[in-house]
């Protein structure tokens, strides 16, 4: 034995090993950001065995990052996230189960973060509704809703409200529903939308907004926060962000939000709890846990509730005097008593959409309080149905086989053609330079709609792909989830589709041919500075353009409305109907889409000689037979492609339909590439029925792109 052995023995013995690397994600920001951080390199400098790798993320796209990179194992060993998902994520085995000594935390919290009768993740803090008030305006909040009802009747006056919130989101109907004793689900666990106790619920909230009129009409976040800034709502109902959105000097105190009188129960609001969770793909999972669990210690809740504002979970920060002290947090805490953790059952992402509809219905007028509900608890019971039955693959696999052969059978009978190879060979150098753009078009669009296309012959659940054929064609196109006049059917939405795209390619046309006939005027002065500002609502981002004009079609702060008061019209609720939801969507596209048709009216006019209308005119013809039998023959060729691109383009014209009208009323205003992402994004995650809507958009738009080519004589696409 070499006489070095024992000496590089006791060398490698004493050598320190090398930490453990641990991601950590979340998603926090500002001072919650700050103080997590600093706890994270506190924990780091004393746990030298472990080397942590915080990542802050974007609150928007966390969970869809999340889910996207942690079954790949690219994500975290442990994230901070809301427990609204650990029922499904625990389905999909994203999040481990942890055993964990509750005594410490509010049951309420912990309650959040158990599904199935198992935690899966340690309480940090929590989020929840609680009632703000103008010290100024209300003196001493009310404590029960008759109280409140009076406070805000006595305080309603011109422009000022008494009680503002966002009375038609069932997040903030929340309260109410669990005062008079209802809930989205009963206590089997079944849905019970249309249970008495909500529909009193509804009825409450209802007589605030219609009858009382101590709530604004169409209330939106952005309008609570800015009248209760302006000192013209003296109760808001809002949770613990909104404290950054209040300007400096604000004279303000937050309370519990009152008993319900005709109950004698709290108002509870929904309760979401930010939890330590330790991913079932973590590297490390003995580390994360422990780590979890010091971030939820006394130590570190204190810090995390001084330095961060957070309300947190553990129950011992809130002996020490400073977070004691704290009028907001104390608030809160007393709230927290009063909570309803917010359902973390996969069904519960369902149930948004049918209520918000149904509290619409009422705000309306359009529905009793109990018949829209039965309408939600219809419109749940459809959307949630269950998948259609596995399918046998086999004549998929065939059908496939076969269609690849004959593809590789016709381009082996080219190859084998002396004239195609001696083309290819003279034009190797044009297939080089067209080689990045067919590679790049192959990986960004041919590749996904394969995919997207087969996507449509499965079916989703809990991250779980089912080959179903073409059960999701069927299902549409018979029209088996709804009558074909309904307005969440695929043919009564392909109508309002072809209605829609036909009327804004006509106004686009139009007005677009209208203004460029006239800035080709010689007598037209400063026609430069007329075009670049013509063309800007097209330079704009259209999401921004349509935000801007949802604000100015509001009810009763909107500018457009404001403009008919002013002239002695009467203001309209533009989506409260289908026409004028429609005309809302119509004046902002065609606003959006005119200067696209102008710039190309007006480049096709430079080629056409003015001399051939002035010997039109010299013959005796009239401005419009010029028009009709001179300009626009020879600006047809040039127009045809245009219209062709801009119908394609409205017809999937998704940003104006989701910001400016959300479909209202009722899904009226809804069209195909809309429905698609409703049926993928907030009804169960249908992917493989969202994918069949959006082959059959896209044989609809092929079909109409071959009919445009033919009129046009030439290719467009």
Not at 40 to 49: I, N
Not at 223 to 234: E, S
Not at 575 to 594: E, R, V
């Amino acid at each position: 034995m070499s006489p070095l052995l024992p000496l590089a023995a006791a060398l490698m013995a004493s050598a320190p090993a090398e930490a453990v690397e641990l991601t950590v994600w979340h998603a926090y920001r500002g001072d919650e950001r700050a103080a997590l951080e600093a706890l994270l390199t506190r924990y780091d400098e004393a746990h030298p065995e472990v080397e942590l790798r915080p990542l802050a993320l974007a609150y928007e796209s966390f969970v869809t990052k999340l889910e996207a990179a942690a079954p790949r194992g690219n994500g975290p060993d442990l994230f901070i996230g809301a427990h609204e998902r650990v029922g499904q994520w625990s389905a999909t085995g994203l999040v481990a189960p942890l055993t964990l000594d509750t005594s410490g935390l509010h049951p309420a919290t912990v309650a959040a973060l158990t599904y199935d009768g198992q935690l899966y993740g340690v309480p940090l803090a929590y989020k929840c509704l609680a009632l703000y008030y103008n010290t100024t305006m209300v003196p001493s909040p009310p404590r029960t809703t008759d109280e409140l009802v009076a406070q805000a009747v006595a305080l309603t006056r011109g422009d000022t409200f008494g009680l503002v919130f966002e009375a038609d989101a069932p997040y903030f109907f929340a309260p109410w529903m669990h005062g008079f004793g209802g809930g989205v689900f009963d206590a089997a666990g079944e849905p019970s939308l249309a249970s008495a106790e909500n529909a009193a619920a509804l009825a409450f909230v209802a007589d605030l907004a219609r009858e009382k009129k101590v709530i604004p009409e169409e209330p939106t976040g952005a309008l609570v926060t800015q009248l209760f800034n302006d000192g013209k709502a003296a109760m808001v109902v809002n949770g613990p962000w909104l404290l950054g959105e209040l300007k400096p000097g604000l004279p303000f105190a937050v309370a519990p939000l009152p008993v319900v009188s005709a109950t004698g129960k709290p108002a509870a609001p929904y309760l979401t709890v930010e939890g330590a969770m330790v991913s079932g793909f973590a590297a490390h999972p003995a580390e994360a846990r422990a780590l979890a669990e010091w971030l939820a210690s006394p130590e570190s809740a204190l810090e995390r509730a001084v330095k961060g504002r957070q309300s947190v979970a553990t129950l011992a920060a809130y002996d020490d005097p400073t977070v004691a002290a704290d009028p907001i947090l104390s608030a809160f805490r007393a709230q927290l008593d009063a909570a309803v953790p917010m359902p973390n059952k996969p069904l519960m992402a369902s149930t948004w959409e049918p209520m918000a509809k149904a509290l619409r219905r009422v705000m309306r007028g359009d529905y009793t309080p109990q018949g829209a509900l039965d309408e939600a608890a219809t419109e749940l019971a459809v959307t949630t149905r269950p998948e259609p039955p596995p399918a046998d693959p086999t004549l998929a696999w065939i059908t496939l086989g076969l269609g690849l052969a004959a593809a590789l059978g016709a381009f082996g009978r080219q190859l084998v053609n002396p004239k195609v190879r001696a083309d290819i060979k003279r034009w190797a150098f044009a297939y080089l330079y067209v080689g990045p753009a067919a590679l790049a078009m192959s990986v960004l669009v041919m590749l996904p709609f394969v995919v997207g296309a087969a996507v449509s012959l499965f079916s989703h659940k809990d991250g779980q792909f089912t080959y179903v054929g073409l059960a999701n064609y069927l299902d549409i196109l018979l029209a088996r989830d709804w009558p074909i006049t309904s307005a969440l059917s695929f043919y009564f939405t392909l109508v309002i589709t072809v209605l829609w795209t036909l009327a804004n390619v006509v106004l686009h046309v139009g007005i677009g041919l209208g203004l460029a006939l006239i800035l080709r005027e010689p007598w037209v002065r400063l026609r430069g500075l007329w075009r670049v500002l013509l063309i800007l609502p097209w330079a704009i981002p259209n999401y921004i353009t349509a935000l801007i004009w949802k604000g100015m079609f509001h009810r009763q702060f909107g500018a457009i409305n404001a403009i008919l008061d002013a002239v002695g019209l009467e203001p309209v609720s533009w989506f409260a109907s289908f026409s004028t939801a429609f005309s809302a969507n119509l004046i902002t596209n065609t606003w959006l889409g005119f200067p696209f048709m102008m710039v190309v009216t007006l480049g096709a006019l430079q080629a056409i000689p003015r001399e051939l209308e002035q010997a039109a005119e010299v013959d005796g013809a009239s401005a419009w037979q010029r028009f009709r039998h001179v300009t626009w023959p020879l600006l047809t060729p040039a127009l045809l492609p245009a219209v062709v691109l801009g119908s394609v383009w409205t017809f999937n014209m998704f940003n104006i339909i989701f910001l400016v009208s959300g479909g209202e009323p009722d899904s009226q205003t809804e069209i195909l590439i809309s429905e698609a992402y409703r049926w993928a994004f907030t009804r169960q995650a249908r992917y493989g029925y969202a994918s069949a809507y959006a082959v059959l958009i896209f044989f609809v738009l092929l079909g109409w792109s071959r009919l445009g080519n033919r009129v046009a004589g030439r290719k467009v696409l």
